[in-house]
């Protein structure tokens, strides 16, 4: 036993490879989130000015790429996959019931955090990294300013507010889209469209994507920042620091997507996943 009991302790301690760097980078981005969460029930609002350009910056990066999107993926995969089947049966009008359910309970919410993932976070880990190697993080400090108030919670608070509101704005992208197929292509009516169209919703499917989105928010954020103040080697270590937060950032959110729609039908059973 010992020879199998010292490769997994040994596996563990390493931090330069997986399970090891797991734990660690776990870890790390957990007291990181622990240390925002102190400064944000900290009084002073020093950093008001910060939040509010990063919440601009994020709605200028990320709103018409994820309304794009959304858009496409309403007319291709429900609009005209989905419309195509439904015309089968003669059905055609019930295919708009099925595009909030889509954008609001699965789909939609992953595109989402996938797009802000490889762009606000790719965005937030390479400023915060170029900073440390540049060691304005340490200046800053000398001076009695504190970076985790002053750069990193704005950034993850900010990320934590836009996203729900991002995640409606790209829902009804995603409904217009799947209108425009069953109506132009299948000879669906208007009338009939918006009849059907919140039928399968129930309010807890808004709720449900305001939550999970603000939660998506928050990891993204601490992720991102996690990576990029433990960037080292100059502009090489601050790419792969990049590639590594936008990667485990969509591991995390395919990890809580399905932890939190399990938990989420046992307490909430009267809203049906199953359409």
């Given amino acids: 036993m010992t020879g199998p009991v010292a490769a997994a302790r040994k596996a563990f301690t390493r931090t330069d490879i997986p399970p090891g760097s797991w734990v660690q980078n776990s870890g790390g981005t957990a007291a990181l989130g622990i240390k925002v969460a102190a400064q944000i029930f900290t009084p002073g609002l020093s950093w008001r000015t910060e939040f509010v350009r990063q919440y601009v910056f994020a709605f200028q990066a990320t709103l018409l790429p994820a309304m794009i999107v959304s858009f496409v993926v309403g007319f291709s995969t429900i609009g005209i996959q989905g419309g195509s089947l439904a015309a089968a049966f003669g059905a055609v009008d019930r295919i708009s019931g099925a595009a909030p359910i889509a954008f609001l309970r699965g789909l939609g ?153 399990t938990l989420f039908e046992a307490f909430f059973p009267e809203v049906n996943f199953l359409i």
């Fill in 109 to 261: 919410p992953i595109l989402t955090a996938a797009i802000v993932a490889g762009t606000l976070g790719a965005t937030i880990t390479a400023e915060i990294g170029a900073r440390k190697i540049r060691q304005e993080l340490l200046a800053l400090e000398v001076l009695g300013v504190n970076p985790i108030r002053n750069l990193i919670m704005p950034r993850v608070v900010g990320l934590a507010l836009w996203m729900p509101v991002l995640a409606l704005l790209t829902f009804w992208a995603g409904v217009a889209g799947t209108y425009c197929a069953t109506v132009f292509l299948y000879g669906n009516t208007t009338q009939a469209f918006f009849d059907q169209l919140l039928l399968l919703t129930h309010f807890l499917d808004l709720w449900g994507s305001v939550v999970r989105l603000t939660l998506f928010g928050i990891l993204i954020g601490l992720i991102a920042a996690y990576k990029g103040m433990q960037v080292g080697g100059g502009a090489e270590g601050v790419g792969k620091a990049v590639n590594e937060s936008v990667v485990s950032s969509l591991v995390v959110v395919g990890v809580v997507t399905l932890v939190y729609t």
